[in-house]
């Protein structure tokens, strides 16, 4: 199982970006997918989660109203859609997933199993 991430860059505070989040093998669909993010010298910190099934979803308080997790099961990838985005949004985003049962989605880092490779996000003010 590979993940990879993209989509991150440089942008002004207030402005969107997308990350997507694109998956190989064949049991896409049996997983929860979360997005992570992490800053030198803290701990990678959980931003989003969503069970395998698409219905159910976590975010951590600092994102609500702000990002969107989603996920396309056609195409293995799943999305997090990040509108008026701050400063202290900016960090390495990392994907994971982990297989589990329909309606369970982690939120912590520890619980998931397979992990993308990271993309930088920056948020100038």
């Known amino acids: 199982v590979q993940l990879q991430a993209s989509g991150g860059g440089l942008v002004q505070a207030g402005e969107s970006l997308r990350l997507s989040c694109a998956a190989s093998?064949?049991?896409?669909?049996?997983?929860?997918t979360g997005w992570f993010r992490q800053v030198p010298g803290k701990e990678r910190e959980t931003v989003a989660a969503?069970?395998?099934?698409?219905?159910?979803?976590y975010y951590a308080d600092s994102v609500k109203g702000r990002f969107t997790i989603s996920r396309d099961n056609t195409k293995k990838t799943v999305y997090l859609q990040m509108n008026n985005l701050k400063a202290e949004d900016t960090a390495v985003y990392y994907c994971?997933?982990?297989?589990?049962?329909?309606?369970?989605?982690?939120?912590?880092?520890?619980?998931?199993?397979?992990w993308g490779q990271g993309t930088l996000v920056t948020v100038s003010s």
């Open positions: 969503l069970a395998r099934g698409g219905g159910g979803t």
């Open positions: 093998g064949s049991t896409f669909s049996r997983w929860a």
């Open positions: 994971a997933a982990v297989s589990t049962i329909l309606t369970v989605f982690p939120t912590t880092p520890d619980a998931y199993e397979y």
